[in-house]
């Protein structure tokens, strides 16, 4: 069967995810919107954000897809119920990808703005695991700076560790990048963070 695969994020970071279609699936054909014109999606309200999930599915459907996925956790987590109303094609999501990678109790979650706001994360992880202790932390400002090519600089590794050390102060053994831009920063978190801490990519699962 042929599949033609449509993705997209409002920018870059949609990009983590289809290299991992890639390189999974090597040849399968995709379509891949990244919404430029909009970014950052997790700064904006949950009706701007489901406004755009609308237009976009439907420009990606008119490309003759056979299949979405949200490289999005934003949009995934304010606007899944809107994309599955509107059409009938099988459709892929990163927060379950996200949660099915889980293994301890002890989660964090670093995620936009919008997408901590909607709780999305902590509703899933604890439908799965009622147990679950979870500390979801905003980061404002992140995504913008990684679209600007600023991974190395000063300012974003200050940024970055301001949001880390809420989670290590809540004693989480496990992070999920919940924003498909944050696997763009892997070195500066992975210096920043103890080693006991486990990074999950939900492009990964
Ligand atoms: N990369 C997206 C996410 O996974 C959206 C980032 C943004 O535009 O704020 O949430």
Redesign the pocket.
Known sequence: MNIRLGLF???I??FTVLKRVVERHGDISCVYLGDLAR?????KSPSEIRLIAMEVIKWLINQDISAVLIA???TNSLALDIIERFTEIPIFG?VDSGVELICGNNIGVL??PS?VASKFYTKKILEVKPEAVIFEQPCQGL?ELIEADNTTNKEIQGLVNQYLNPLLEARVNEIILG???YPLILPILKELLPSGVRLIDPALG
Request: charged share 5%.
């Open positions: 994020d409002s920018g970071g949609g970014i950052p999606y997790g700064s999005c956790n934003t990163l995620a936009t997408t995504v924003c498909s831009h």
